[in-house]
């Protein structure tokens, strides 16, 4: 693969990461790690953005972007659908339109498998990260290795699975098996009260969960000790730019000087990126979760994590509580919680698992997931900015599967291995072959 020029600024001593969510937190951790003086800036305690209640799957060997060919025939759904997992509310936001149209072009079988194997090979990175990560810390923060199960209700459906099964093969995936329904109610018992709606799934083995924001929690704690500086309750205000070079921005009534900065704003990172007269591909997906207490009888909550491919719904099992996640609407920044479509994810849900749903107190939350059109987070310089400005932001649903593997890879470019005028986002993978596009084709 063609290697973009080096960074042109000599390797940097102190670095200001923008934003506390598990993005910042994580490059904050490995800058550390690295040997970088490291100040963190946010306007909220660490976790409280879009890392609060997300859907707890560290889903490393489902990455499939949301941007897919298949989306073509749904948009009239998407478009008019108050029951739609994903929805479009067009709005007078002339951002959203633009992303909108960006997302559209990218729903081609080429761009898809690109995609796909870009963030395989990430999240493979981030997986073997998280774990030193986890190591080094000793975060409580219910991890385990519970595998997943993808169901599915229909058998087109599941053929269409066992497709991207084997592109994902072919691009050096995770271990991952296509199971009929009774195989997979012997892994899952608790899949039996909704058996009827499966016709069968994917397991993989490997695949984990984790509660994201007690690891933001514990992170917080760690780095404060290892003398990590928090500035905190303030967002980023003025920026003081000189030629190329972004020297100091202002917050918590400081200037806060560095040598370099990294923009890991989540779905504010657009607004930020636009102060600078430059323009970032990524728009809010809201999201919506729900957390309740797991049943003391066996057998009525999922001990292995779910998803219901149909539905568009996750669960995640953290200890003694249950995580369920979903929905995704193009709506623009407003993260208020709609009773409705909380009694849409609660009635998905319980169509899942019905027996786990009845008669728990449940916690809602709603969430906004930065994004990009193609689903591939920025990382690395973007034309136009500072050079001694990194972007590492766009992770969609992926943000706690990828926050690990995207630290290191930031904290590589400053360590001034390889950097460029464009992050991820518009790279060329290495190693996607024919094959595996041929097969993207056919899948679609």
């Known amino acids: 693969m063609h290697n973009p020029p080096a960074l042109t600024l000599n390797r940097p001593r102190r670095v200001a990461v923008l934003g506390a969510g598990i993005v910042g937190l994580a490059t904050a951790w490995q800058l550390q790690r690295d040997g970088f003086e490291v100040i963190v800036i946010d306007q909220r305690r660490p976790g409280e953005g879009a890392s609060l209640a997300n859907g707890a799957q560290l889903s490393y060997a489902y990455v499939q972007p949301l941007a897919d060919p298949s989306i073509w025939a749904q948009l009239p759904k998407l478009l008019l659908s108050r029951e739609s997992p994903f929805s479009l509310r067009l709005r007078l936001d002339p951002q959203q339109w633009a992303w909108g149209l960006r997302f559209l072009a990218a729903c081609r079988a080429d761009v898809s498998a690109r ?9 493979e990175e981030s997986r073997d990260v998280l774990q030193r990560l986890l190591a080094d810390t000793r975060a409580d923060c219910d991890h385990q290795r519970s595998g997943k199960l993808v169901m599915y209700g229909s058998e087109a459906a599941f053929a269409a699975a066992r497709r991207q099964l084997e592109l994902q093969r072919v691009l050096g995936g995770a271990e991952q098996h296509a199971l009929t329904l009774a195989e997979c109610l012997k892994i899952e018992p608790a899949l039996a009260g909704s058996a009827a709606r499966h ?7 490997g695949e984990c969960a984790a509660d994201c924001a007690r690891l933001c929690d514990a992170l917080h704690g760690v780095l404060q000790a290892r003398g990590v500086r928090f500035v905190l309750g303030d967002a980023v205000g003025a920026l003081r730019r000189e030629g190329e070079r972004l020297v100091a921005v202002q917050a918590g009534g400081h200037w806060i000087e560095a040598d370099a900065f990294v923009a890991a704003l989540g779905s504010g990172v657009a607004g930020f990126a636009s102060r600078l007269g430059v323009s970032v591909p990524v728009y809010p997906l809201k999201g919506y979760s729900l957390t309740l207490g797991v049943p003391e009888a066996g057998g009525l909550a999922p001990a292995v994590s779910v998803t219901d491919a149909q539905r568009k719904v996750v669960f995640a099992r953290l200890g003694s509580r249950l995580r369920v996640a979903g929905l995704a609407e193009l709506a623009g920044h407003d993260a208020r919680i709609d009773p409705a479509r909380v009694a849409q994810l609660r009635r998905a849900a ?4 019905p027996l786990a749903m009845s008669g728990n107190d449940v916690q809602a939350w709603a969430g906004l997931r930065p994004a990009t059109p ?20 766009g992770h969609g649903a992926l943000g706690f599967t990828l ?8 904290s590589h470019l400053l360590q001034g291995a390889v950097g460029g005028p464009r992050g991820l986002e518009n790279r060329t993978p290495a190693g996607l072959s024919r094959s595996a596009a041929g097969l993207a084709a056919h899948s679609a």
């Open 374 to 393: 193609t689903g591939v987070p920025i990382l690395g310089q973007v034309q136009g900015a500072p050079e001694n400005l990194l972007f590492n932001a």
């Open 350 to 353: 319980s169509e899942v698992f």
């Open 403 to 410: 926050a690990a593997g995207s630290a290191q890879r930031v």
């Open 199 to 205: 016709v069968g799934g994917i397991h993989t083995p």
């Open 115 to 123: 995609s796909t194997a870009r963030l395989l090979a990430l999240a």
